[in-house]
């Protein structure tokens, strides 16, 4: 799980056109870096109308387009792309009209990346980050249940055998298909990035909207005040059932934050062929959320709060609270917290039989590193990747401040990590075997 990994995002692009024996790099590049799994980058170089050159960088798996790089200097038949903020290069050799040959460098390792020159009319033109590529087909579905029609898209690569498929299930609150929420200013695209990285990869993707959000709808007059946890698992199951209906032979399900709650559940109930718990929580919701309202109330009111919660798990209806905490223990959304809130993660998925992976990042301001520790405790075959520098909506974050940690939840620029993407495809493609 090296940080290199993520750097092959800001690699710069160099192109060669021989020229009387004189090196020509204008124009845009591909190669293939090698890291563990093999990701396409695509650079692309001009002249800056100055007698040097400026660079940007595509990476299509991983939903990264028009990256700019800081410098790039060619001396000779010699090209270097520096990229100073993340403290890596590129230097590659001009050897003629269609190759380039080098090596990127990063915290002291290196990885051998050859560049072969695009034709013009192959040349990618996104300047933007467009998540969604065409190498594959993307389809809307919807699954009517008894008094919910979920809706959902589905990803699949161009040459689909069948084989692999996965269900993603969003975190908490009225985060959709995307892994977006409209409490959170901008987008993060962080399950969408997912999604487009999956199938590029030659794994078919289902993520969908969750009752009540986006283009879930529940039926006539119903609301939050009719869901409960159990609702959502069983949404979870009719998503996965419609998968097998197509045909495929082994089917994960990947459940972020709260998702991975319902993704355990869920998996558990279908007999999945595997499990991916994403940031996912290692203790009951109720203890998790007095830990974190403690360091945001007033005591008097953290004492009302944990009292309500401890109720609520009881299986109580609380009646009295104080006004501030209304949005918390509003009376429409205690039915969903007292059937959440006994859910033991710890338990569930220690009667997972499945491969389970259990993915946390370190830079994760809402579920922290113990938490994915005790779901590995839990499961003893489980395999557990700490990411280093990843936050709770999947994108690296390398300062320690709070403010730079919030501001990625709402930047659909930044790609996500490689280290993610390449831990999720080794493990479907190692248990899938």
């Keep these: 799980m090296k940080k290199i990994l993520f750097l092959v995002l800001l690699l710069s692009a160099i192109n060669s056109s021989f020229a009387q024996t004189v090196p020509n790099f204008t124009g845009s590049w591909e190669g293939t870096l ?156 962080s399950l969408l990035q997912l999604a487009d990285s999956l199938v590029n990869h030659g794994i078919s993707v289902l993520r969908y909207d969750k009752r009540g959000i986006g283009k879930s709808k529940m039926s006539a ?66 203890d998790i959320l007095k830990e974190q309202l403690s360091t945001q109330l007033a005591p008097e009111l953290n004492q009302q709060f944990a009292a309500a919660i401890d109720s609520l798990e009881k299986g109580f209806t609380v009646s009295k609270t104080d006004p501030s905490l209304m949005s918390l223990l509003r009376p429409s959304v205690q039915p969903y917290m007292k059937s959440w809130l006994v859910a033991d993660p710890q338990k569930i998925i220690s009667k997972l039989k499945i491969p ?16 994915a520790q005790l779901l590995a405790q839990s499961n003893k075959k489980a395999t557990l990747v700490i990411l280093p520098n990843i936050n709770h909506v999947l994108k690296e974050v390398l300062s320690d401040k709070r403010e730079e940690n919030l501001k990625a939840y709402s930047d659909p620029k930044l790609p996500l990590p490689v280290a993610l993407i390449s831990a999720i495809t080794a493990f479907i493609y190692r248990s899938s075997k």
């Design 34 to 189: 090698n890291v563990g799994i093999e990701l396409r980058i695509i650079f692309h170089i001009k002249e800056d109308g100055k007698g040097g050159f400026i660079s940007t960088a595509d990476s299509p798996d991983q939903s990264a387009y028009g990256l700019k790089c800081d410098a790039t200097t060619v001396s000779g038949s010699t090209i270097t792309i520096e990229m100073t903020s993340l403290r890596a290069s590129y230097t590659g050799k001009w050897l003629n009209d269609s190759t380039i040959d080098g090596t990127f460098t990063q915290g002291g390792g290196d990885i051998a990346l050859t560049l072969v020159k695009k034709r013009e009319n192959n040349t990618t033109t996104a300047t933007a980050v467009s998540p969604v590529t065409l190498s594959y087909n993307s389809r809307e579905i919807n699954v009517s249940l008894k008094d919910v029609t979920l809706s959902g898209t589905f990803f699949q690569p161009l040459q689909d055998d069948k084989k692999n498929a996965v269900l993603i299930i969003a975190g908490s609150g009225p985060t959709d298909r995307d892994g977006n929420s409209p409490l959170l200013p901008g987008k993060n695209n």
């Design 221 to 286: 007059g119903l609301g939050e005040e009719n869901t409960t946890f159990p609702d959502m698992t069983a949404d979870a199951v009719a998503l996965y059932d419609w998968i097998k209906q197509q045909g495929y032979t082994n089917i994960y399900i990947a459940g972020h934050s709260e998702g991975s709650l319902v993704g355990m559940i869920a998996a558990g109930q279908v007999k999945a062929r595997g499990f991916i718990s994403i940031a996912g929580a290692g203790r009951k919701a109720s």
């Design 356 to 371: 389970v992976l259990i993915l946390q990042g370190t830079k994760d301001l809402q579920i922290k590193e113990p938490d």
